[in-house]
């Protein structure tokens, strides 16, 4: 391509070629992509989590069309803004608050911005290789940076107002909170998605709560990908956490633009009042937010337990396909959001996880399943994602697909996948 930079605007949408040619998407429906060739493949990619009822959801573009046809920005306050809050706040507790913003990125620097202006302090603490946005500030300390491997001990980075803490390491939240006075919160993942979907541990998560609060420090989640996802509502309140600011995207607009900063209402006066500027074109426009209250309408009413069931069905059916060729793997995740791992052990930390990554192996899994008709993440910490739309009929087609994409895998001289 002569113009766009990269020939995709953004870098980690990046695809490896297939048979020398680059992969470009005509259209999508429901679990199923179609190539500009007209080759259909089964959707694991899912906009890297953006759509959880399917591609193309009937009911959510009715609203969006509806929305576009009245006039897609008046700028001004409309009805479709309180409407898509009063939807979104419903399942979240005592986050009864909530603002629009465009992007998980801005949602992200937003509650940082209102944790600062709360609590006067400058100092936000997030998880080391855990991925918060790629925006300066929180783009520190991200997987695959020098600072993301936080070794025990060592002197801890601070960049621009933000610094580092361990994941699943409740000694170095003790040491964060001992050495610095200044924390104004510690945004977490309860899924650290990007260092290839390792879950915390509960101990951990209840020892970051309590000791937030024990120093004054307030508690965000960042849900961008997890909210919804696994519940209607927050992760973090079905792991019994009760997080001060929420940060939500993805999901809640099933592939439209759109996110959301949620926080007690006393914690968001501080965007109210002026004192955390917000602003933004685009933010609660009323294609996003028709978006917005139509997904979660069709969530309301979804079989989460069923999309859990039939998402542990794929990965122990792609465990199994790999481990008849000769395979070692497992996979660390939940059923609708996982990562495999050519390994006997499940990683816990980040540390672990880049001992055990194998991107070679993940490239040459991410083509063979191309061969085979199934599209996922190429990454050596990519996820799998299901949908929705992903019926038990579906399911069934991806089991006989994995076991033919085995087949493609390279193979050393012992026959085991390579």
Not at 65 to 82: L, R, T
Not at 197 to 222: F, P
Not at 363 to 379: E, F, K, S, T, W
């Amino acid at each position: 391509m002569k113009h766009l930079v990269g020939s995709i605007s953004s870098a980690g949408r990046a695809l490896p070629q297939l048979n020398g040619r680059a992969l470009h998407i005509d259209r999508a429906k429901g679990p199923y992509l179609w190539t500009d060739e007209g080759m259909r493949m089964i959707d694991m990619a899912l906009g890297f989590g953006a759509v959880l009822l399917g591609h193309a959801d009937p009911v959510v573009n009715a609203a969006v069309v509806e929305a576009v046809e009245k006039g897609s920005m008046p700028a001004f306050a409309h009805a479709g803004e309180e409407t898509a809050a009063e939807a979104l706040s419903a399942p979240c507790g005592p986050l009864q608050k909530v603002i629009f913003t465009n992007s998980g990125s801005e949602a992200v620097h937003l509650a940082c911005r209102i944790a600062r202006t709360v609590t006067g302090r400058r100092i936000v603490a997030k998880i080391a290789a855990g991925f918060d946005g790629w925006f300066d500030q929180v783009a520190f300390g991200n997987a695959g940076s020098r600072e993301a491997f936080l070794g025990n001990g060592e002197c801890r980075p601070i960049r621009q107002d933000m610094t580092l803490t361990r994941y699943n390491d409740v000694a170095d939240l003790e040491r964060l909170f001992s050495e610095n006075t200044e924390i104004a919160a510690v945004i977490f993942e309860p899924l650290l998605a990007n260092a290839g979907s390792i879950a915390a541990d509960i101990s951990y998560l209840t020892a970051l709560e309590s000791l937030a609060r024990a120093h004054g420090a307030l508690l965000i989640a960042d849900e961008v990908l997890m909210g919804f996802r696994s519940r209607f509502g927050l992760a973090s309140h079905g792991l019994d956490l009760d997080p001060d600011i929420a940060t939500v995207g993805k999901a809640i607009g099933n592939g439209f633009a759109v996110a959301a900063v949620l926080g007690r209402p006393e914690i968001m006066e501080a965007a109210d009042d002026g004192r955390a500027v917000r602003a933004g074109t685009y933010c609660g426009n009323p294609v996003a937010t028709a978006a917005v209250t139509a997904t979660l309408s069709r969530l309301r009413v979804c079989d989460y337990d069923g999309l859990a069931r039939r998402g542990n069905l794929v990965r122990n059916s792609l465990v199994a396909a790999l481990a008849d060729r000769g395979a070692t793997i497992t996979t660390t995740g939940y059923g609708m959001v996982f990562t495999p791992w050519y390994s006997a052990t499940q990683p816990n930390t980040y540390e672990d996880a880049t001992l055990i990554a194998n991107p070679g192996l993940s490239v040459a899994l991410h083509l063979a399943l191309r061969r085979a008709g199934i599209m996922a993440m190429p990454q050596a910490f990519g996820r799998f994602y299901l949908s929705f739309s992903h019926d038990d009929a579906i399911c069934d087609e991806m089991a006989q697909a994995f076991r033919q994409a085995a087949d493609f895998l390279p193979t050393g001289p012992d026959g085991i996948p390579t």
